[in-house]
C-alpha cells in the first residue's frame, strides 16, 4: 500500500515537471518570433569619404618628345673591288675587319708583270706612230717641193708655148716648132697634175699616221690605267669589314676585296606612324630639322649622340605601315652600323597644354577635379599627347584646378573626399647620392667581370674600366654591372 502511494506520487511529481517544462518552451518560443518579428529602426547612414591625391594643373608650352628605336647605317659605304685580274703580291698592314684605314692608304697590290708589258709594247707601238707621222712630213715637204718644181716647169713650157705662136704670126717660126712647144706645154701640165696626186697621197699619209698615234695614245691610257688598277687604295678614311682576299691568292676583275665604311658619317633610320610623321612636316609639307637624340646602353655606359632630321624614304616599304625617317648624326662617337638605338625626337612645342599624369585621363576623355565642397566633378578635357607615364591635354576651365591624380572605380561625379597636396618642401626628401664609394673586394669583383665580357666593345670596356679606377663611381655604372652580374 505504501509503495503503491509513493509511485502514485512520484508519477504526480514528473507529469507537473513535464508540464512545467512544456510551458517554459511555449514562452521562450514566444518570445523569439515577438522579438524578430519587431522592425529594428535602421541607423542613421554616414557619407563615405575617400582618400585622393591632388595635383595642381597649370598650363605652359611643353616640347612632346617622339620616342622610339631605330638602327644605325653608314651614309658613306663603298665596296672595294678589283679592276683587273691577277696575283695579290701585298696586303696592307691594316687590311682587317675592324682595322682603321686612311684616305690613299695602298690596301691591295696586284703582280703589275703582265701589265708593264703590255705598257711597253705600247709605248714602242707609240714610238712607232710617232715616226710614221714625222716620215709623212716629210713626204708631204718633198711633194709639195715637186709640185711647186712642175708648176714652174710647166709655166716655162707655156711661155715658150706662147713666144712660138708669136713667132708663127710673124711668119718666122714654122708650125712643127708650135706644135712641138704646145706638146711639151701640155707634158708640163701632166706632171703637175701627177704631183698634186702625189701631194694629196703624202697629206693622205699624214691623216692615217695622226689616227694611228691617237689610237696608240688611246690604248697605252688604258694599259696605264689597268697598271694603276694594279694597286687598290683606300678612297676615304674608314674602316674595314668583310676582309675576303689573302697575300699570294689569284683574285678576278671585279671580284669584292672588302667593304669600307667611314664611321664618322652615321645616321639612323627608324619608322614611325603616318599620324606621327604627319606632326614633323611644316606648313607646306616638308620635314622638319627637327632635333634627335640617339642612346645607346652599353652595359653601364650610354652612348648618346645628337642629329637632325634630314630625309624620308621615298615609298612606305612592301608590306610596312608608316614612314621610314632618317636622321643624320652629329660626332656619333662609339655608335657603329647595325646597332639599335633609341631615338627621341623633339617635336614643335605645344602651347597651352597641361601635363598630368596618365592615371588622372580615363579612356572616356575626363579628369576629375576637386570643387569647393571637398567633393569631385567631371571636366571634359582633349587629349594631345602621350608622354611616358605622363599626357598633355587641353580643357577649358583646366587651368588652375585641383586634379586627382589616380583614379579608381570609387570615384566619380559628387563624390566626398580628403584631399591630399603634395608638399612643396624639398629639403626633408633625402636625396640619394649619385656617386658611391666602393671596397676593394666590391670593386675588383666589378673590374674582373667586365675585363671578361667578351661582348663589350673594347672602348666601352675602357670607358667602363676607367670610371671603376676612380675612387668614386656613378651609382648607374655600378647598378647596371651588378644587374648583369645577377648580383
Known sequence: MRFLRQSMVGLFLASVTLGLLVY?????GSAIQQRLSEERPAPPARERVFVVNLVTAQASTEVPVLETFGEIEARRTLQVRAAVAGRIIALSESFEDGAAVQAGEVLVAIDPADLQAAVD????????????????DRGLELAQLDLDAAGQQAALRQQAFRRQQDLAERGVGSAASVETAELAAAAAQA?????R???????????????RLARARIALDEAQRELQDTTITAPFAGTLSDTLVVEGGLIAANERVADLIDPTDLEVAFRISTAQYARLLDASGVLIRAPVTVSLDAAGSDLVAEGVLSRVNA?????QTGRLVFARLQQPIGFRPGDFVTVRVREPALRDVVRLPATAYDAAGNVLVLDGENRLETLEVELIRRQGDDVLLRGRGLAGREVVRERSPL???????????PQASSASAAEVPDVLRLSDARRARLVAFVEQDREMAAADKASVLAQLAEEQVPRQVVDRIEKRMGG
Do not use: W
Open 197 to 211: 696626186q702625189a701631194v694629196t697621197a703624202a697629206e693622205a699619209r699624214i691623216d692615217l699616221a695622226a689616227t
Open 315 to 319: 615609298g612606305a616599304g612592301e608590306g
Open 121 to 136: 709594247r705600247l709605248r714602242a707601238d707609240l714610238a712607232d706612230a710617232q715616226a710614221e707621222v714625222r716620215d709623212a
Open 191 to 195: 706632171v703637175v697634175i701627177t704631183r
Open 24 to 28: 517554459a518552451a511555449q514562452m521562450i
Open 411 to 421: 570615384l566619380g561625379d559628387g563624390i566626398a573626399v580628403r584631399p591630399v597636396r
